[in-house]
């Protein structure tokens, strides 16, 4: 028969529509509205995992988000695999395929289960204890088990093919939980008129409502309430009513991270809707109404399957027509069980309770469960469970005041239904940075001081009774839209109060039992109180010394029972013992959700100019250039890398290139104080350079250090064209408007970005001038009247530019500076009428080259943040007139000009074929004793096609005192020899710049 | 001649198509067409320039779809024009402000635009765009300098009733910014799931 635990009636699941999926292999049916819980318990299983550490068999604990054991591995198809799902919170849906985790050969036959048997040894501190000697071992022998060992679930190894979403979303109210707290808040506050939010974490809206059988709200069933309730929210349109959305994150200034599960619970997700959604919400107030949990008892086999949580047991009955057991055993200290136990009762099971407490410390639930025609045996204790993968029976005994246990009694069973009292879930307010503070009535850590603009309602604040936690909630709602409305309901009374209990009394032998405070981490009182013994006295010690609340589930169930324990045995008050921080995520979250979009092309935005079109049809490789994609090298067919370069760095010296320098960062800077703005900038004199002429100018920080450097035109008397790297454009405007405001608001300048207004078509080599020359109209290209380091205002086949007679070969070369949408063409037509020249696309890696044969440095390769001008040999740009610039200062720090600075030099090979590794470090004898003394390091290294031979730049200590002399350099295979040389390779004079 | 080659012919690096999707979410996605921008830089404003207002509050858009102005910080302002005018309008802009500390730089090769319509195209900027877009923070005629996921962008709602976004971006990221707002589009779920607000 099918679903031989589903009760013939009752229940929110939709019974006309039958559903289906597998847990290990095997056929699940169900109903639409069924949790994989729900279903499996439907169908008399219990028995869904192995524990962590003791490979115990474990069941289904809770009917919420705080699962601690029933942990699956859920595949919803290919890339679609996903471990560690609380069954009880995964939507059943045709088509799943669940399995269980943490055993091997199978679930019911697990090798793995001898670490029960061997528990002895895995005592609190096991690791730690364990595998500190010998050193060595470390590496090599124990880390590599433990990692083995450790975690809980297979990672799914394919890519994850889902769409996620982010959605950004403000609001004056969001009110987290739509239990009856919640939603009388978000009533409240929708009332006002103001923009309202409420998340809730199940697939219906409700909370503890959705399981409210026997109770009335204002005279009507309490579902009806809801289902009124519900359809005012939905019917007002400043609300947004999110279902299936866990808040999990509540960061700063009111900053709150949700994530929507979207489609995971429909068989067919059709369309483009994602995954799951990450919401950011910033709210102007928030209501924390996000319900509490139940504690379980602490008693010897209290982790069997078949025994769950008393509410929990409610849960099944009511929400879904489920019964957890034919022959229900309650154990409580307190009085909501009873509600369960009358609601099993109600539903036509066998039930029986006992609890702790004695009878006069009962309230009228005890009568009213009597009254019923259930055993209730008040003042027992629960001395341990029976059975190995289901429970069988409860072992229970009378307590006497003197804590003593009376005669055993055994209460055949097939589920139990425990509850130690209720925690506030008080997760969210400690992450806002609130302070909890201890309330000894309630035996619980509630919201006290808040940090942020919110309150708590509800159970999350330590109110259980329904009218009561309605009245708070809609005054949380109300008071958070700024309104003083108040609202009194009525409501059949709740069965509250409880009896703290931190392990139930026992006469076995404390040390010989096993009774599990932390039920995923498999965490025993004993193991807290061995942990106690041996001077852990704080809970964060206590906690990451036994592991205890650091499973997924955060200790939701176990936090206050660890606590307990620990305050017990070191004879203090709770509060004393302090609570552990709650830190994000509330429940675990998908790596997808956080990541949402950002991936593939949207990861990070690839820059690309607007040559680059043209570059891939010209078979280009690219590479990364901060977030540019720069074309590379050009090979033609057949030529690797090295060929490529060779050929495109000979066109160069010998006919043209043509190379896409587009992404050099350009800033126009602009205003009567221009030239003065400039010549505080940089290290160069500006106040006499001529409008048409070009400078190369070199910036430095305020610790001398240089920042950037790059050619700038002045245009007109005042306005500057000014050029910096590829990487530095936006840190060389933000360094410069940082000037402008803070230091020089009085210069009257403006900087605007034209990096991209502007492409730039680099035309290098003496064949230059005749390529362009027939397109260009409006200049003079003789060298007359256009020499080097110049720029000239014209057009290039009709479209207007700025051309500058710059060079980065030393080559005679231009650089079309053309508006970015016209660029293509005009890349094109200079293209065409060089053919008949031979002219050559090169890449960034001949213009490397290029330069380096010149010994022209690339800030960031040759400079890396410590290094002064000096040190590079451009002291000479430095304009010894200036009164300041920023960083002058700091060129006569001691350290500065001190002797010993590393300096650049070039390097050569013994041979000249060895092209020497960049990063490499410099020794002046190798057989010095280790550690030797480093020199410096190899900058920049290349074959260099025109020398014929390797060619190397590298900062040397007190380098250009060494020229001639031969130095070490390291290679993977040892030491080679250089000499050290003039970092300019080619062309010292420079008479081909200027051709 | 010269002008006009530099004001036709422009090679935009996204194609104007819009996406079909957009119908079906509610959101509309379009490239725009080559136009004419110009940054403004003045400190000390006249109440106008080339006939656009420079008093108006900071965030906020002047002129129409033809011609727009928007304010983006104490001295800084960008201003849209349609291609056939925008050297005109410029000339006009740089003639009033001569006497007065300036800068009128040309960035319309800088700037792309893309424009976002339709009823729900609040939920597609929100998809990476971290302001308050509701009716109160962002009404109609607002502009801003923002972000888009990883891109910075500049955000502008036209006049009228329906939400008719303009995201200007530089050139190099229209390609990041386009890709994230087709995403937005498509991750945001049939119309009608959650109410705009």
Redesign the interface.
């Known amino acids: 028969m099918a679903q031989p635990f589903r009760l013939s009636r009752g229940g929110r699941i939709d019974r006309t529509r039958p559903i289906r999926f597998t847990f290990n292999g095997r056929d699940v049916h169900g109903f639409q509205g069924d949790t994989v819980a729900s279903a499996l318990l439907a169908e008399g299983r219990h028995l869904v995992g192995r524990s962590f550490k003791y490979h115990r068999p474990r069941g289904i604990l809770s009917h919420g988000s705080d699962e601690p054991s029933a942990l699956l591995s859920v595949d919803r198809g290919p890339g679609r695999i996903d471990p560690n799902n609380r069954a009880s919170v995964v939507e059943a849906r045709d088509g799943l395929k669940t399995r269980s985790q943490n055993h091997w050969p199978s679930l019911e036959h697990d090798i793995g289960a001898v670490n029960d048997l061997l528990s002895p040894v895995f005592v609190a501190g096991f690791y730690y204890k364990t595998f500190m000697w010998p050193r060595k071992f470390w590496d090599k022998v124990y880390e590599p088990f433990i990692r083995a060992a450790a975690g809980l679930g297979k990672a799914p190894t394919e890519a994850d093919p889902d769409?996620?979403?982010?959605?950004?979303?403000?609001?004056d109210v969001l009110v987290v939980g739509a239990g009856p707290a919640g939603l009388a808040a978000a009533l409240a506050a929708a009332r006002t008129g103001k923009?309202v939010i409420l998340a809730d974490e199940q697939a219906e809206p409700g909370g503890a409502l959705l399981h409210e059988t026997r109770a009335e709200i204002d005279g009507r069933p309490a579902s009806d309430w809801l289902a009124a309730t519900l359809a005012d929210l939905d019917a007002r349109?400043?609300v947004?009513l999110?279902s299936r959305t866990t808040v999990f994150g509540y960061y700063n200034h009111n900053h709150v991270a949700m994530a929507e599960r979207?489609t995971d619970h429909l068989p067919n997700a059709s369309?483009?809707?994602?995954r799951e959604?990450l919401w950011?919400v910033?709210a102007a107030e928030v209501v924390l109404a996000g319900g509490s949990h139940e504690r379980p008892l602490v008693f010897a086999d209290n982790d069997r399957p078949g025994i769950l949580l008393a509410e929990s047991v409610r849960v099944f009955v009511n929400r879904y027509g489920v019964a957890p057991g034919r022959r229900i055993v309650f154990a409580t200290s307190g009085a909501s069980a009873y509600t369960a136990a009358l609601d099993a009762k109600a539903a036509g099971l066998h039930v029986a309770l006992v609890d702790l407490r004695p009878e006069a410390d009962c309230g009228p639930e005890l009568r009213q469960l009597r009254a019923a025609g259930v055993e209730v045996l008040t003042g027992h204790t629960v001395i341990g469970s029976k059975g190995a993968k289901r429970v069988t029976g409860l072992l229970v005994a009378p307590v006497g005041s003197d804590g003593r246990c009376g005669g055993h009694r055994l209460l055949p069973c097939d589920c139990v239904g425990m509850s130690g009292g209720w925690t506030p879930a008080v997760h969210l307010f400690s992450q806002s940075r609130g302070k909890l503070v201890y309330d000894a009535e309630l035996d619980a850590f509630v919201p006290g001081t808040s940090a942020q603009a919110e309150r708590s309602a509800g159970s999350a604040k330590g109110t259980y009774d329904l009218a009561a936690c309605l009245g708070e909630g809609y005054a949380a709602g109300a008071a958070a839209a700024g309104s003083a409305e108040r609202r009194a309901f009525t409501a059949t009374p709740t069965a509250t109060g409880f009896l703290p209990v931190r392990a139930m009394p026992t006469d076995a032998n404390p040390t010989k039992i096993r009774a599990f405070v932390d039920f995923q981490n498999d965490v025993t009182a004993k193991d807290i109180k061995l942990a106690v013994r041996e001077g852990f006295h704080s809970i964060e010690h206590v906690k990451r010394y036994t592991t205890t609340g650091m499973a997924t589930d955060q200790g939701k169930t176990s936090n206050m029972n660890a606590l307990g324990i620990v305050a017990g045995q070191l004879d203090k008050a709770l509060p004393g013992v302090g609570t552990t921080t709650f830190r994000p995520p509330y429940t675990p979250v998908t790596f997808g959700a956080l990541v949402g979009?950002?991936r593939h092309?949207?990861f990070?935005?690839?820059?690309?100019?607007?040559i680059h079109g043209w570059a891939e049809a010209h078979g280009a490789l690219f590479e990364n250039v901060a977030?540019?994609r720069r074309a590379w090298y050009f090979p033609k067919p057949g030529e690797d890398m090295h060929a490529a370069v060779a050929r495109e760095c000979a066109a160069v010296r010998e006919g043209v290139g043509i190379f896409d320098a587009s992404t050099l960062g350009k800033i126009?800077i602009?205003?009567?104080d221009a030239a003065e703005f400039m010549n505080r900038l940089y290290i160069n004199p500006w106040l006499k350079l001529e409008p048409g002429r070009c400078r190369y100018g070199l910036m430095l920080k305020e610790d001398g250090y240089i920042l950037d450097d790059g050619v700038v035109a002045r245009v007109a008397p005042d306005c500057f064209h000014v050029t910096t790297t590829t990487g530095g454009a936006a840190r060389v405007l933000a360094h410069m408007e940082d000037y402008l405001q803070t230091e020089w608001p009085d210069l009257?300048v403006?900087l605007?970005?034209?990096?991209?207004?502007?492409a730039v078509i680099a035309l290098q080599g003496p064949k230059a001038r005749a390529v362009i020359a027939p397109l260009v109209e409006g200049i003079d290209l003789s060298p007359e009247a256009f020499p080097h380091m110049a720029m000239r205002t014209g057009?290039i086949?009709?479209?207007?530019i700025r051309l500058f007679r710059v060079s980065f070969t030393g080559e005679l070369g231009f650089e079309i500076n053309v508006?970015?949408?016209?660029a293509?063409?005009v890349w094109e037509a200079v293209y065409a009428a060089g053919e008949p020249y031979g002219i050559t696309p090169y890449g960034t890696e001949t213009m490397h080259v290029l330069r380096a044969e010149k010994g022209y440095i690339i800030v960031g390769q040759e400079t890396d943040g410590t290094v002064t001008p000096d040190d590079v040999g451009l002291a000479g740009m430095i304009a010894k007139a200036k009164k300041d610039f920023v960083g002058k200062r700091s060129l006569s720090r001691p350290d500065v000009v001190a002797a010993g600075r590393k300096q650049l030099v070039g390097l050569v090979t013994e041979d000249p074929k060895r092209v020497l590794d960049e990063g490499a470090q410099i020794v002046a004898d190798t057989d010095q004793p280790i550690p030797m003394t480093m020199l410096g390091h190899v900058t920049s290294s290349y074959w260099s096609p025109n020398c014929g031979r390797s060619i190397a730049m590298a900062l040397v200590a007190d380098g250009r005192a060494l020229q001639g002399s031969t130095l070490h350099v390291t290679t993977p295979e040892g030491f080679i020899s250089v000499t050290v040389v003039d970092p300019v390779f080619l062309d010292p004079k420079g008479e081909r710049i200027n051709a | 001649?010269?002008?006009?080659?530099?004001r036709t012919?422009?090679?935009?690096?996204l194609a104007r198509t819009a996406l079909p999707?957009g119908q079906r979410s509610g959101i509309l996605i379009q490239p725009a067409v080559?136009e004419g921008r110009f940054?403004l830089?003045v400190?000390d404003p006249a109440a106008a320039a080339g006939g656009l207002p420079l008093d108006r509050p900071i965030n906020t858009l002047a002129g129409d779809d033809r011609c727009w102005i928007a304010r983006l910080g104490p001295?800084e302002w960008l201003i849209g024009t349609a291609e056939a005018e925008a050297d005109h309008r410029a000339a006009a802009v740089a003639a009033d402000l001569a006497g007065r500390?300036?800068?009128l730089?040309?960035?319309?090769?800088?700037n792309v635009g893309i424009d976002v319509s339709g009823a729900r195209a609040a939920?597609a900027l929100?998809?990476?765009?971290?302001?308050?877009l509701?009716e109160a923070?962002f009404p109609a005629g607002s502009a801003t300098r923002t972000l888009l996921?990883?891109?910075e962008i500049v955000l502008i709602r036209r006049p009228g009733d329906a939400p008719r976004y303009r995201v200007e971006c530089?050139?190099?990221?229209a390609?990041?910014?386009h890709?994230?707002l087709t995403?937005?589009a498509?991750?945001?779920?049939?119309e009608g799931r959650?109410?705009p607000?």
């Not at chain 1, 769409?163 to 609001?171: D, F, I, L, V």
């Not at chain 1, 990070?604 to 607007?610: A, L, Y």
């Not at chain 2, 530089?170 to 990221?173: G, P, Y």
Request: some cysteine; hydrophobic content about 35%.
């Open positions: 769409r996620y979403a982010n959605r950004h979303a403000h609001c923009r349109e400043n947004i999110l979207v369309g483009t809707a994602p959604r950011q910033r979009p950002a092309a949207l990070d935005p690839i820059r690309t100019t607007p977030l540019w126009e602009v205003g009567p009257q403006f605007t970005s034209t990096t991209e207004q502007w057009t086949c009709g479209v207007p508006p970015a949408d016209q293509r063409a | 001649m010269l002008e006009a080659r530099y012919a422009r090679a935009l690096p999707e080559a940054s830089r400190r001295d500390a300036h800068a730089v040309d960035v319309s090769h800088r939920v929100n998809a990476g765009c971290p302001l308050d509701g923070a996921g990883k891109a530089w050139r190099s990221f390609t990041y910014v890709g994230f995403e937005a498509l991750g945001a779920g049939p959650v109410r607000q």
